[in-house]
């Protein structure tokens, strides 16, 4: 493991737990002021393999590389929020829409209309997939979608989704298995969505930058 990727993971866990705590005290008026927990350790940990192994995966270059963790920490607080809340607030929402947005022209390894089309075809997929299935897909999922469209472009988004999808089933279905909830219990899918973002950057070859002959062995049989 590379040094970038060790300060990155041991950073984002430090993030990670800090987002869960935040979660669950600010703003006042949602604060449960639950004490830290199995979600606070699973969060920090998850927060730190994910950055560490985007940093590793990573041939960008460091400005690049560096806006990539900078989304990934906003998706971390929204993934706390959500969890904890059930909601995306614009708070964090906005600032990653701007950012997204602004690194459209200057992504190196996704084009400005890939990019565009990536984020139309995400709202609109899933906006379409909320009509049709009421309750399924929450304001604040579109307004996240959105961005993770931007970032990883077309046809890229198509993975993020089915994989948020498949993921989303999964834990549902676990979820109804062992009775921890029912058929009408609102399960956030925001999560889902970052986690589907993050599989499909480190799946692909060149998301992250084209890989390097160390990495090829992990990356290629997983494109």
Do not use: C
């Not at 990539?68 to 998706?75: K, T």
């Amino acid at each position: 493991m590379t040094t970038t990727a060790l300060v990155a993971g041991i950073a984002f866990a430090v993030i990670g737990a800090g987002a869960e705590r935040l979660a669950s005290v600010w703003p006042p008026d949602e604060a449960s002021r639950r004490p830290p927990g199995l979600r606070t350790f699973l969060l920090a940990l998850a927060a730190g393999l994910v950055a560490a192994a985007i940093a590793w995966r990573s041939t960008l270059p460091v400005w690049a590389l560096a806006v990539h963790l900078l989304i990934l920490g906003i998706l971390v607080l929204l993934t706390a929020t959500d969890l904890e809340q059930r909601r995306l607030p614009h708070l964090l929402l906005d600032p990653l829409i701007v950012v997204a947005v602004l690194f459209v022209p200057f992504n190196p390894t996704v084009g400005w209309m890939d990019a565009l089309v990536g984020a139309a075809v995400a709202v609109g997929f899933m906006g379409l997939l909320g009509l049709l299935v009421r309750g399924g897909v929450a304001l604040g999922d579109l307004y996240l979608v959105g961005p993770i469209g931007l970032v990883v472009g077309w046809p890229a988004i198509f993975v993020a989704i089915f994989v948020a999808g498949l993921l989303s089933a999964l834990v549902s279905a676990l979820l109804l298995l062992t009775r921890r909830a029912g058929l009408k219990t609102y399960i956030p899918f925001g999560p889902f969505l970052v986690a589907g973002m993050v599989v499909t950057l480190l799946r692909d070859s060149t998301l992250l930058g084209p890989a390097v002959a160390a990495l090829s062995a992990v990356v290629l049989p997983l494109s």
